[in-house]
């Protein structure tokens, strides 16, 4: 499927969001996705996958995560010097600034032309799993993919400790959980607590486990799993297509 692409500005807590958006180029009504990239925010790995994703007939809306940190349209480069950078704005920005940013992702999403407003869903990668996991506590929220999602068990996001691992009942919608067994940043530990607490909390969830490390899925690093990462969209299409048929 054809996409066509472009930016828009939302403006939330006064300062100017920069949100990507590509949508099917075919007149449509279609599901919405809220898009979380990691730290590295809105690079060329990051847009290829929102295009890839919306080319399966979905408006896919990727906000920039430090827009109250960064210029409009900044790139963190994925070297030391970047995580460095990208670490430093996660630790600035406010959790419940994080919250009011998707909120309002969504709101657009709502209240977009061509996309089916009882039909949102929510997609990230690393912290923006994490972003994931907590946009799924608005009820708008269908469907949830978390990739690698760092940070739930010890609360770490942002300013504070996040609440999340506490409010997983919130969540309604059902979650895809995608997880590599070599990931430093999500032990084993963590991954346990995660799939427990979802169990505890009666969350609808199919977890995914691939012999790969933390961002296997991002194409430009030398952690980049190309079989894994694969098959791991494979099952996020066929994830996101079964949910939204049923609603």
Known sequence: MQITKRNVELRVDDSLMRVYVASPKAGGTYPGILFYSDIYQLGSPMIRLVNYLAGFGYVVAAPEIFH???????????DDLGRMRGNDDARQTAIAEYDADGLAVINFLKAEIGVDPNKIGTLGFCIGGHLSFRAAFHNEIKASVCCYPTGIPSGKLGKGIADTIH?????????????????PHIPESDRLTLIKTLEDASITHEVLLYEAEHTFMRDDGYRYDAAAATSAWAEIITFLARIFAQT
Do not use: C, N, Q, W
């Open 68 to 78: 109250r940190l960064e210029p409009v349209g900044a790139v963190i480069e994925p």
């Open 167 to 183: 409010r997983f009942s919130e969540i309604k919608g059902e979650m895809l959980l995608i997880l590599g067994t070599l990931d």
